[in-house]
């Protein structure tokens, strides 16, 4: 059913959720660069398997060669995705010299490099989750010497 101020409703609303994060972003960058590397989903499902995710790019490599047991969660799965996502960036910003955070003004967490390029971690972490390919540490080679 199609009610128009409903959905004008509901496009504000998740602009004013983006527009939150883009804003605190602003206010305190490394604040939600912490936030953004916490990544507990995924850094509990490492450690049940027995790896420690100690932000290198060693286990970016480690990650991708996990059984992925994840994909039979079929509501889990996203959630993972997006982690792994912020994981890549994580690396990528604590690993990469010039690389930082950078939040768009709808709210979704990019890694702009010293080269100006974005790297779209989410979509990386998401593509990952799902099918396996690109893998993290494939994303993170590319990145790294561009």
């Known amino acids: ?35 953004l590397s916490e990544c507990e989903l995924l850094r509990s499902q490492a450690q049940r398997a027995g790896l420690e995710l100690d932000d290198s790019p060693a286990s970016l490599e480690a990650l991708d060669q996990l059984p992925p047991r ?4 079929p509501e889990a799965l996203p959630w993972l995705g997006n982690d792994a996502g912020l994981y890549l960036g994580t690396v990528l910003v604590r690993t990469v010299p010039g690389a930082s955070w950078h939040v768009w003004p709808g709210g979704h967490p990019v890694v702009r490099l010293a080269s100006g390029r974005s790297v779209q ?9 799902v099918s396996g390919a690109p893998e993290l540490s494939q994303v993170y080679a590319e990145a790294a010497e561009a």
């Open 1 to 35: 059913m199609n009610i128009p101020f409903l959905e004008k409703w509901r496009k504000r609303q998740a602009d004013a959720r983006g527009a939150g994060l883009a804003a605190a972003f602003e206010e305190d960058p490394a604040g939600v660069a912490e936030l």
């Open 70 to 73: 994840w994909r039979d969660d």
């Open 121 to 129: 971690v989410v979509e990386a972490g998401l593509e990952w989750a």
